[in-house]
């Protein structure tokens, strides 16, 4: 099966200082990867997805690269603040219907004013 | 984007007591809809994969009769927690795939059996 690994499991930033977390995959035929966001006793916020045909997308401060030959993908925030502070979430799914997503481990991020 | 809801957001409740729990889709129909349990400081563990009309397909090592699932239609499934134990405390999560499958969350329930 799918198998998801990211990293780091912490990051620490300044304000303003940009964030970027990474992850890897093991399933060549997973097509979607989208990235969530979890605050503190909440459930987890799609912040921004992306398919395997663009290679690059982006939503304001945030974007999303993915490299399908080496099976990683990275979520970069720019300009970040203390309000981005929370546990980001990657996952990755094959494109069939019953898909499920598979998600890696977390990473808390800590934005410091 | 789409909004997915629960209810109760958090529930307290005597072991040996039933529990459910409703997710819906507010602005949109779901086919598939998904059970996530969650425990502190990790990721979040599939319980169940939910379609409409049909029974919930179960991860291994998930009860099924421990833990009931029905997904009556396209916007509401439910999970009962029968005959709670302290052990089944925990922080559950549902999740719901529009047509373009984009899968989007519940902002949970959290369970505290005592």
């Known amino acids: 099966g799918e198998n998801v690994e990211q990293h780091p499991s912490t990051l620490s930033v300044q304000e303003g200082d940009s964030a970027v977390i990474k992850c890897t995959y093991s399933d060549s035929a997973s097509n979607y990867f989208p990235w969530y966001k979890q605050e503190l006793g909440k459930g987890p916020q799609l912040i921004i997805d992306i398919r395997s045909n663009v290679g690059e997308k982006k939503d304001q401060r945030i974007a999303v690269t993915l490299n399908k030959t080496a099976k990683h993908f990275s979520l970069h925030i720019t300009e970040t603040q203390p309000e981005d502070s929370a546990v980001y979430f990657c996952a990755a799914r094959r494109g069939t219907s019953y898909g499920k997503l598979t998600f890696g481990q977390g990473t808390i991020l800590t934005v410091h004013p | 984007g789409a909004v997915v809801s629960q209810h109760p957001s958090w529930v307290i409740c005597k072991s040996g007591t039933s529990v459910k729990i409703e997710c819906r889709s507010l602005?949109?129909?779901?086919?598939?809809m998904f059970w996530y349990r969650q425990f502190p400081k990790q990721s979040l563990m599939l319980m169940a994969t939910?379609?409409?009309?049909?029974?919930?397909?179960?991860e291994q090592g998930v009860e099924k009769d421990k833990f009931l699932i029905n997904h009556a239609s396209l916007t509401l499934s439910t999970l009962t927690v029968t005959s709670a134990h302290p052990e089944d405390s925990s922080f559950y999560i549902c999740?719901?795939?529009?047509?373009?499958?984009?899968?989007?969350f519940g902002p949970g329930t959290r369970l505290l059996v005592l």
């Open positions: 602005d949109f129909q779901a086919t598939t």
């Open positions: 999740s719901a795939r529009d047509r373009a499958e984009t899968q989007y």
């Open positions: 939910s379609n409409e009309g049909s029974k919930a397909t179960y």
